[in-house]
C-alpha cells in the first residue's frame, strides 16, 4: 500500500481515484476545485480530501494529476498551491492529462528540481474505461521512474507501456487520436452512405465488422450512431482540445496531417450544431444536418 494523491475528479479522474483506492487499496487523499465532488468521493469511497493541491501532495509516495489542458495543469502543479513544491524528495508525479508534450517535459525538469521522478501517462479507453478499471495508458518518463509507477497504474489500466522518454507518452496519445478523428469519420460517412442506399445497418454492420472494416468505433458505436443518439463517451469538445494539440505539434515537427486537419473543422460544425457535449460519433450527425 502506498500513500497516492488524486488531483482531478472529472469524469475519468473520479473512478480512477477510486480503483486506487479499492483495487490498488492505497491511502488515497484527494483534491477537486469543485469540493462538493470531494466531499462525494470521500464518501463513496473513504479516503480523505484536501483544501490545495499542495496539502493533498503532502507525504504521498506518488502523486496524480487529471485536469483539463496545459493551463490546467500548470496551476494545479507548478503554482503557489501546486503539488511540486509539496512533494518529498523520491515521489513520483504522474499526470494523466492529455496535454501538451512540452508541459510534460516542463513538469518533469520541475520535478528533479524536488528530487522526484515524473512520468507523463494519458490515458484512453474513454469514461466507461475508467468506471471499468481498463484503460489504456501511454507513458512518458525514464525507465526506472516508469517501473517504480507502473504497479501503482495498474489499479485502473489493461495496457500500460513505456514509450520513451518524458513527453513521448502525451505523443504516443495523439497519435492515438489522430486514428480515432480518421476512423469516426469513415464510420460516420460508411453509415450514412448505406442508409441512403437502402440498406439494413445492423446486418451490413454485422458482416463488415468481421472484416478489415472492424474497429472498437464500429463495435461499439455503429448502433447509437444508427439511432441518432449521442450521447455516450468522449465530447466533441474535449476531442476539439485534443485535435488541437495534435495539430500545434504538428507544426512544429512538420507532420502532415490533411484528414486529422478535416476532420477538426468538421467537429467544428458539429459544434455549432449544438453539439459541445455530443461524443465524438456525433460526425454522423453533421452529414445527416446536409
Known sequence: MAKVAFIGLGVMGYPMAGHLKVKGGHDVTVYNRTTAKADAWVKQYGGTSAETPAKAAEGADFV????GNDDDLRSVTLADQGVIGAMKS???LIDN???SAEIARELEAAAKTRGCG???APVSGGQAGAENGVLTVMCGGDEATFEQARPVIDAYARMVGLMGPAGCGQLAKMMNQICIAGL????AESIHFGKKAGLDIEKVVEVISKGAAGSWQMENRHKTMNAGKYDFGFAVDWMRKDLDIVLSEARRNG???PVTALVDQFYGEVQKLGGKR????SLLARLESK
Open 97 to 99: 492529462t492529455t496535454a
Open 184 to 187: 469516426v469519420q469513415g464510420l
Open 90 to 92: 523520491g515521489a513520483v
Open 64 to 67: 496524480f494529476t487529471c485536469v
Open 255 to 257: 507532420a502532415n496531417l
Open 118 to 120: 515524473f512520468v507523463d
Open 278 to 281: 455530443w461524443d465524438t460519433s
